[in-house]
Protein backbone atom coordinates (compact mmCIF):
# COMPACT_ATOMS: atom_id res chain seq x y z
CA UNK A 1 0.00 0.00 0.00
CA UNK A 2 1.46 3.71 -0.87
CA UNK A 3 1.53 5.78 2.06
CA UNK A 4 1.31 9.47 2.10
CA UNK A 5 4.85 11.48 1.43
CA UNK A 6 7.20 12.90 4.77
CA UNK A 7 6.24 16.44 5.74
CA UNK A 8 9.84 17.71 4.77
CA UNK A 9 7.99 18.08 1.13
CA UNK A 10 9.91 21.88 0.24
CA UNK A 11 10.28 22.15 -3.48
CA UNK A 12 12.46 24.97 -3.85
CA UNK A 13 11.21 26.77 -6.71
CA UNK A 14 14.21 27.25 -10.01
CA UNK A 15 15.14 30.43 -10.57
CA UNK A 16 12.74 30.52 -14.04
CA UNK A 17 9.92 29.54 -12.04
CA UNK A 18 10.51 31.86 -8.85
CA UNK A 19 10.02 34.65 -12.39
CA UNK A 20 7.26 33.04 -12.89
CA UNK A 21 5.71 33.19 -9.92
CA UNK A 22 6.79 36.49 -9.42
CA UNK A 23 5.13 37.46 -12.30
CA UNK A 24 1.76 36.11 -11.79
CA UNK A 25 1.75 37.49 -8.37
CA UNK A 26 2.07 40.64 -9.81
CA UNK A 27 -0.36 40.34 -11.78
CA UNK A 28 -2.77 39.76 -8.69
CA UNK A 29 -0.99 42.77 -6.79
CA UNK A 30 -2.48 44.99 -9.67
CA UNK A 31 -5.68 43.93 -9.24
CA UNK A 32 -6.10 44.08 -5.04
CA UNK A 33 -7.39 47.45 -4.62
CA UNK A 34 -10.61 46.01 -6.51
CA UNK A 35 -13.80 44.71 -4.83
CA UNK A 36 -13.57 41.05 -6.00
CA UNK A 37 -16.88 40.41 -7.57
CA UNK A 38 -16.62 38.23 -9.91
CA UNK A 39 -15.47 34.51 -10.00
CA UNK A 40 -11.87 33.33 -11.15
CA UNK A 41 -12.75 31.91 -14.58
CA UNK A 42 -9.81 29.32 -14.90
CA UNK A 43 -9.91 27.00 -17.78
CA UNK A 44 -11.53 23.78 -17.13
CA UNK A 45 -10.65 19.86 -17.76
CA UNK B 1 3.45 20.59 5.41
CA UNK B 2 2.48 17.76 2.50
CA UNK B 3 3.60 18.28 -0.75
CA UNK B 4 0.09 18.98 -2.00
CA UNK B 5 -0.22 21.50 0.95
CA UNK B 6 3.31 23.40 -0.55
CA UNK B 7 2.19 22.71 -4.25
CA UNK B 8 -1.15 24.16 -3.57
CA UNK B 9 0.48 27.43 -1.33
CA UNK B 10 2.42 28.07 -4.27
CA UNK B 11 -0.36 27.65 -7.04
CA UNK B 12 -2.21 30.13 -5.30
CA UNK B 13 -0.27 33.27 -6.27
CA UNK B 14 -0.59 31.82 -9.37
CA UNK B 15 -4.39 32.31 -9.15
CA UNK B 16 -4.32 35.46 -7.97
CA UNK B 17 -2.57 36.29 -11.58
CA UNK B 18 -4.98 34.52 -13.10
CA UNK B 19 -8.37 36.22 -11.13
CA UNK B 20 -7.07 39.14 -12.10
CA UNK B 21 -7.32 39.09 -15.73
CA UNK B 22 -10.07 36.89 -15.63
CA UNK B 23 -11.68 40.02 -13.65
CA UNK B 24 -10.71 42.26 -16.46
CA UNK B 25 -12.50 39.93 -19.09
CA UNK B 26 -15.73 39.55 -16.83
CA UNK B 27 -15.97 43.43 -15.89
CA UNK B 28 -15.27 44.25 -19.51
CA UNK B 29 -18.73 45.45 -21.22
CA UNK B 30 -17.57 43.62 -24.43
CA UNK B 31 -17.49 40.39 -22.06
CA UNK B 32 -20.81 39.31 -23.87
CA UNK B 33 -19.04 39.73 -27.50
CA UNK B 34 -15.94 38.26 -26.08
CA UNK B 35 -17.66 35.40 -24.40
CA UNK B 36 -18.10 32.55 -27.78
CA UNK B 37 -13.94 33.18 -28.09
CA UNK B 38 -13.63 32.74 -24.09
CA UNK B 39 -15.60 29.15 -24.22
CA UNK B 40 -13.65 28.14 -27.75
CA UNK B 41 -10.56 28.68 -25.89
CA UNK B 42 -12.23 26.74 -22.98
CA UNK B 43 -13.42 23.92 -25.51
CA UNK B 44 -9.60 24.12 -26.94
CA UNK B 45 -8.55 22.83 -23.67
CA UNK B 46 -10.65 20.66 -22.64
CA UNK B 47 -10.84 18.88 -25.79
CA UNK B 48 -7.36 17.26 -25.34
CA UNK B 49 -8.16 16.33 -21.48
CA UNK B 50 -8.33 12.21 -22.69
CA UNK B 51 -6.07 12.19 -25.50
CA UNK B 52 -3.46 13.69 -22.65
CA UNK B 53 -5.02 11.17 -20.02
CA UNK B 54 -4.85 8.32 -22.97
CA UNK B 55 -0.94 9.16 -23.19
CA UNK B 56 -0.14 9.12 -19.11
CA UNK B 57 -1.74 6.45 -18.74
CA UNK B 58 0.36 4.60 -21.90
CA UNK B 59 3.40 6.16 -20.89
CA UNK B 60 2.37 4.56 -17.18
CA UNK B 61 1.71 1.36 -18.26
CA UNK B 62 5.40 1.21 -20.25
CA UNK B 63 7.09 1.91 -16.34
CA UNK B 64 8.02 -0.35 -13.23
CA UNK B 65 4.74 -1.00 -11.95
CA UNK B 66 5.56 -0.22 -8.15
CA UNK B 67 3.06 1.07 -6.05
CA UNK B 68 3.52 4.99 -7.02
CA UNK B 69 3.40 3.80 -10.77
CA UNK B 70 -0.07 2.00 -10.08
CA UNK B 71 -1.33 4.65 -7.57
CA UNK B 72 -1.11 7.51 -10.14
CA UNK B 73 -2.67 4.74 -13.38
CA UNK B 74 -5.78 4.45 -11.01
CA UNK B 75 -5.87 7.90 -10.68
CA UNK B 76 -5.87 8.54 -14.22
CA UNK B 77 -7.96 6.09 -14.65
CA UNK B 78 -10.69 7.99 -12.70
CA UNK B 79 -10.32 10.96 -14.20
CA UNK B 80 -11.19 9.76 -17.81
CA UNK B 81 -14.19 8.16 -16.28
CA UNK B 82 -15.13 11.75 -14.34
CA UNK B 83 -14.38 13.97 -17.46
CA UNK B 84 -15.82 11.68 -20.36
CA UNK B 85 -17.37 13.67 -22.60
CA UNK B 86 -17.33 17.19 -21.09
CA UNK B 87 -16.11 18.17 -24.29
CA UNK B 88 -19.26 17.66 -26.05
CA UNK B 89 -21.07 19.31 -23.16
CA UNK B 90 -19.32 22.32 -23.62
CA UNK B 91 -19.59 22.31 -27.65
CA UNK B 92 -23.64 22.19 -27.21
CA UNK B 93 -22.92 25.33 -24.92
CA UNK B 94 -21.17 27.39 -27.46
CA UNK B 95 -23.58 26.02 -30.33
CA UNK B 96 -26.27 28.20 -28.29
CA UNK B 97 -23.71 30.30 -28.56
CA UNK B 98 -24.13 30.09 -32.05
CA UNK B 99 -21.12 28.51 -32.89
CA UNK B 100 -20.84 25.24 -34.63
CA UNK B 101 -18.97 22.42 -33.28
CA UNK B 102 -17.47 22.41 -37.17
CA UNK B 103 -16.11 25.61 -36.79
CA UNK B 104 -14.32 24.67 -33.26
CA UNK B 105 -13.15 21.42 -34.75
CA UNK B 106 -11.65 23.08 -37.28
CA UNK B 107 -9.87 26.14 -35.50
CA UNK B 108 -6.43 26.94 -34.81
CA UNK B 109 -6.38 28.00 -30.99
CA UNK B 110 -4.11 30.60 -29.40
CA UNK B 111 -0.66 29.95 -29.41
CA UNK B 112 -0.44 30.11 -25.63
CA UNK B 113 -3.25 27.21 -25.43
CA UNK B 114 -1.37 25.10 -27.65
CA UNK B 115 1.65 25.15 -26.05
CA UNK B 116 -0.14 25.13 -22.63
CA UNK B 117 -1.72 21.55 -23.54
CA UNK B 118 0.74 20.61 -26.13
CA UNK B 119 3.50 20.39 -23.43
CA UNK B 120 1.90 18.28 -21.54
CA UNK B 121 2.44 15.41 -23.71
CA UNK B 122 5.89 16.38 -23.73
CA UNK B 123 6.21 16.15 -19.97
CA UNK B 124 4.69 12.75 -19.92
CA UNK B 125 6.78 11.27 -22.39
CA UNK B 126 9.93 12.94 -21.50
CA UNK B 127 10.19 14.05 -18.08
CA UNK B 128 7.11 11.64 -16.02
CA UNK B 129 3.35 11.35 -16.01
CA UNK B 130 3.12 12.76 -12.74
CA UNK B 131 3.80 15.97 -13.86
CA UNK B 132 0.57 16.30 -15.60
CA UNK B 133 -0.56 16.65 -11.81
CA UNK B 134 0.51 20.02 -11.66
CA UNK B 135 -1.83 21.18 -14.57
CA UNK B 136 -4.58 19.47 -13.18
CA UNK B 137 -3.96 20.63 -10.05
CA UNK B 138 -3.95 24.47 -11.13
CA UNK B 139 -7.30 23.55 -13.41
CA UNK B 140 -9.22 21.83 -10.98
CA UNK B 141 -7.86 23.47 -7.82
CA UNK B 142 -9.89 26.57 -8.04
CA UNK B 143 -13.22 26.08 -9.05
CA UNK B 144 -15.13 29.29 -9.44
CA UNK B 145 -17.22 30.47 -6.43
CA UNK B 146 -21.11 29.60 -7.39
CA UNK B 147 -22.10 32.96 -6.13
CA UNK B 148 -20.09 34.83 -8.23
CA UNK B 149 -20.52 32.75 -11.05
CA UNK B 150 -23.78 33.59 -11.00
CA UNK B 151 -22.87 37.48 -11.44
CA UNK B 152 -20.60 36.39 -13.94
CA UNK B 153 -23.43 34.85 -16.14
CA UNK B 154 -25.66 37.51 -15.45
CA UNK B 155 -22.66 39.68 -17.11
CA UNK B 156 -21.81 37.82 -20.05
CA UNK B 157 -26.00 38.33 -21.20
CA UNK B 158 -25.81 34.66 -22.01
CA UNK B 159 -28.58 32.56 -21.01
CA UNK B 160 -27.20 30.25 -18.18
CA UNK B 161 -27.93 27.23 -20.12
CA UNK B 162 -25.02 28.13 -22.15
CA UNK B 163 -23.25 28.00 -19.25
CA UNK B 164 -24.09 24.34 -18.16
CA UNK B 165 -20.60 23.08 -17.98
CA UNK B 166 -18.81 25.64 -16.68
CA UNK B 167 -21.14 25.29 -13.82
CA UNK B 168 -21.13 21.93 -13.49
CA UNK B 169 -17.39 21.82 -13.35
CA UNK B 170 -17.79 24.70 -10.28
CA UNK B 171 -19.43 22.21 -8.16
CA UNK B 172 -17.45 18.98 -9.18
CA UNK B 173 -14.18 20.65 -9.04
CA UNK B 174 -14.94 20.91 -5.19
CA UNK B 175 -14.01 17.58 -4.73
CA UNK B 176 -11.83 16.72 -7.32
CA UNK B 177 -9.24 19.18 -5.90
CA UNK B 178 -8.85 17.26 -2.76
CA UNK B 179 -9.06 13.67 -5.05
CA UNK B 180 -5.80 15.28 -6.86
CA UNK B 181 -4.32 16.33 -3.51
CA UNK B 182 -4.60 13.13 -2.48
CA UNK B 183 -2.67 11.74 -5.01
CA UNK B 184 0.13 15.01 -4.75
CA UNK B 185 0.40 13.42 -1.16
CA UNK B 186 1.62 9.92 -2.78
CA UNK B 187 4.23 11.37 -4.87
CA UNK B 188 8.25 9.70 -3.95
CA UNK B 189 9.88 12.42 -2.36
CA UNK B 190 11.71 12.77 -5.91
CA UNK B 191 12.62 16.45 -6.57
CA UNK B 192 12.45 15.80 -10.11
CA UNK B 193 8.97 14.93 -10.23
CA UNK B 194 7.72 17.17 -7.60
CA UNK B 195 9.47 20.16 -9.38
CA UNK B 196 8.09 19.07 -12.35
CA UNK B 197 4.82 19.11 -11.13
CA UNK B 198 5.12 22.47 -9.50
CA UNK B 199 6.50 23.77 -12.28
CA UNK B 200 3.99 22.95 -14.39
CA UNK B 201 1.29 23.86 -12.87
CA UNK B 202 3.05 27.78 -12.92
CA UNK B 203 3.38 27.24 -16.26
CA UNK B 204 -0.15 26.66 -17.13
CA UNK B 205 -1.47 29.97 -15.44
CA UNK B 206 1.19 31.70 -17.07
CA UNK B 207 -0.25 30.26 -20.81
CA UNK B 208 -4.16 30.60 -19.65
CA UNK B 209 -3.13 34.48 -18.86
CA UNK B 210 -1.33 34.98 -22.15
CA UNK B 211 -4.43 33.61 -23.96
CA UNK B 212 -6.76 36.07 -21.67
CA UNK B 213 -4.79 38.90 -22.11
CA UNK B 214 -5.13 38.62 -26.04
CA UNK B 215 -9.25 38.42 -25.50
CA UNK B 216 -9.23 41.51 -22.98
CA UNK B 217 -6.84 43.46 -25.06
CA UNK B 218 -9.71 43.66 -27.78
CA UNK B 219 -12.40 44.57 -25.18
CA UNK B 220 -12.98 48.19 -25.90
CA UNK B 221 -13.55 49.73 -22.76
CA UNK B 222 -12.94 48.18 -19.10
CA UNK B 223 -16.01 49.08 -16.44
CA UNK B 224 -14.95 50.37 -13.86
Given amino acids: MTTK???????????????????LKARGELKKDRKPVFPVLMAIV | MTFSGDLFATLDVARDGVSAVSSELCGSDDFPRLLPEWFSI?????RATTP????????????PQDDFHRALLDFYLLKITEES???EMLATDLAKLGVPRESLVRRLPPAPIAAMVGSQYY???????????????????????????????????????????????AEVDTWH?????????????DATIRGAIVSNGLRTADYYCQ?????????TKIAA
Fill in chain 2, 177 to 189: RQEIADMLDLIPD
Fill in chain 2, 42 to 46: LWDVI
Fill in chain 2, 85 to 87: GHD
Fill in chain 2, 211 to 219: ALDTLVARA
Fill in chain 2, 52 to 63: VLQRAIGRLQQM
Fill in chain 2, 123 to 169: LIDHVHPAAYLGYLAMLEGYPADTQKLSRAIEQSGAPPEAWSTYRMH
Fill in chain 1, 5 to 23: TPTTSYVALSTEDQALADK
